[in-house]
């Protein structure tokens, strides 16, 4: 059995959390967007923020890092454990920053996005250079909308 998280040394949500990205330059696809291009294999559970490739991403909320998964030119992304029962997930990474089992503040940057299709990190699934955000509750993903600012 996985021992849970002593909640107290965890950052507390009762502010909310905050955009990893400037979301100012849009989302490409929205949570279970009924247009994602690749609905075929998966439901989107996620938003996709549009950034330029090498943009700075930062913590949503403060937390531990639970993962920190370099696949080279395969999906790399970072997940960081939140207090009540709240987790991120922040996906087609180029450049990791952060370590396994530290601790971040909100707003840390914790890695560089990528998203560029045949880049580092980006993965398969990817038409262009963007943040994949994901908001986990009790490991099942929600709408990361209702949770930003």
């Given at each position: 059995?996985?021992?849970?998280?002593?909640?107290?040394?965890?950052?507390?949500?009762?502010?909310?959390?905050?955009?990893?990205?400037?979301?100012?330059?849009?989302?490409?696809?929205?949570?279970?967007?009924?247009?994602?291009?690749?609905?075929?294999?998966?439901s989107?559970?996620?938003?996709?923020i549009?950034?330029p490739?090498?943009?700075?991403i930062?913590a949503?909320?403060?937390?531990y890092v639970?993962?920190a998964?370099?696949?080279?030119?395969?999906?790399?992304?970072?997940?960081?454990?939140?207090?009540?029962d709240?987790?991120?997930?922040?996906?087609?990474?180029?450049?990791?920053?952060?370590?396994?089992?530290?601790?971040?503040?909100?707003g840390?940057?914790?890695?560089?996005?990528?998203?560029?299709?045949?880049?580092l990190?980006?993965?398969?699934?990817t038409?262009?250079?963007h943040?994949?955000?994901?908001?986990?509750?009790?490991s099942?993903?929600?709408d990361p909308?209702?949770?930003?600012?």
């Amino acid at each position: 059995m996985r021992e849970k998280l002593e909640l107290s040394k965890i950052g507390s949500l009762e502010s909310g959390f905050a955009w990893p990205v400037d979301p100012g330059r849009g989302i490409t696809a929205y949570f279970h967007d009924k247009d994602y291009p690749f609905n075929y294999i998966f439901s989107h559970p996620a938003i996709d923020i549009r950034t330029p490739q090498g943009t700075p991403i930062r913590a949503a909320g403060s937390g531990y890092v639970a993962r920190a998964k370099n696949n080279g030119y395969g999906y790399n992304y970072v997940m960081l454990i939140h207090d009540k029962d709240f987790s991120t997930v922040y996906g087609h990474v180029s450049r990791i920053l952060v370590k396994e089992n530290t601790y971040v503040k909100q707003g840390d940057v914790i890695a560089l996005s990528g998203g560029l299709p045949g880049t580092l990190g980006a993965g398969r699934l990817t038409t262009g250079a963007h943040l994949h955000f994901e908001v986990r509750l009790n490991s099942a993903p929600v709408d990361p909308l209702k949770y930003l600012p």
